[in-house]
C-alpha cells in the first residue's frame, strides 16, 4: 500500500476516534444526568419503557426543543417534571448532542401485520416525509421517527390529533393527525417503528 494511502488510513482513523468516544461516553457535565435518563429512556438511548420515547439518533436540535417545551412549561412533562426543571441550557445543549451522536434504535418487530400501500395512502398526502427526511430519521427540529417504539408514536399522534401535545410544529401536526383514525394511528406507528 502506498505510503500516501497508509497515511489517509491513519488520518481518516484518528479523526474517527474523537467521534467514537462522543458517542460512548456522555461529557463530563451531563454524565449523571445521561445516568438518570437512561433509567426510563435505556442504556444508550434505547427505550424498552412503554409510551416513553428513544433518543439515540434523535436530531440534536428537536432533542433541546424538547427539553425546553417541557423546562419552561410548553409541553406537559409529566415524570419528567422535576429533572427537566434542573437542566440548564448548557445541559440541555449537550444533550442534544450526545443523543444524536449515539446509533439510532434498531428496526422493531411489531405483530401487527402492515398494509404498507394503505400507510402510504395516508403519509403521502400528509407530506411526512417533507420535515421528517424521506428515510424519517428526522432533521433539524423534527424528531426521528424511524425504529422509534410504535406505543409512543400512537400516544404522540393521538396527543397531536387532540391538541394535547405542544411545541414546534403543532399547527402541521394537528392537520396531519386529525383525519386520522386510531386503526390509521397504529398502522403507520407499527410501518415507521420497523423502518431502519
Known sequence: ????????????????????????????????IVQGCAACHGAKGVSTIAQTPSL?????????????????????????AAVVKTLTDDNIRDLGAYYESLPPPPPLKTPAKIDEAKVMSLIKPRR????HKEDFSGQGETGRLAGQRPDYLIKS???????????????AMMEVSVTLNDEDIEMIAAYLARRP
Do not use: H, W
Open 128 to 131: 411526512c416525509d417533507s420535515c
Open 157 to 171: 399522534l393521538k396527543d397531536f390529533r387532540t391538541a394535547e401535545r405542544r411545541g414546534r410544529g403543532l399547527g
Open 1 to 32: 500500500m502506498p505510503a500516501k494511502v497508509r497515511f489517509l488510513f491513519a488520518v481518516m482513523a484518528a479523526l474517527a476516534l474523537p467521534a467514537a468516544a462522543r458517542a460512548a461516553d456522555p461529557p463530563p457535565g451531563i454524565k449523571a
Open 56 to 80: 439515540a439518533g434523535q436530531p440534536n436540535i428537536f432533542t433541546q426543543y424538547q427539553l425546553v417545551f417541557m423546562r419552561d412549561g410548553g409541553r406537559k412533562p409529566g415524570v419528567m
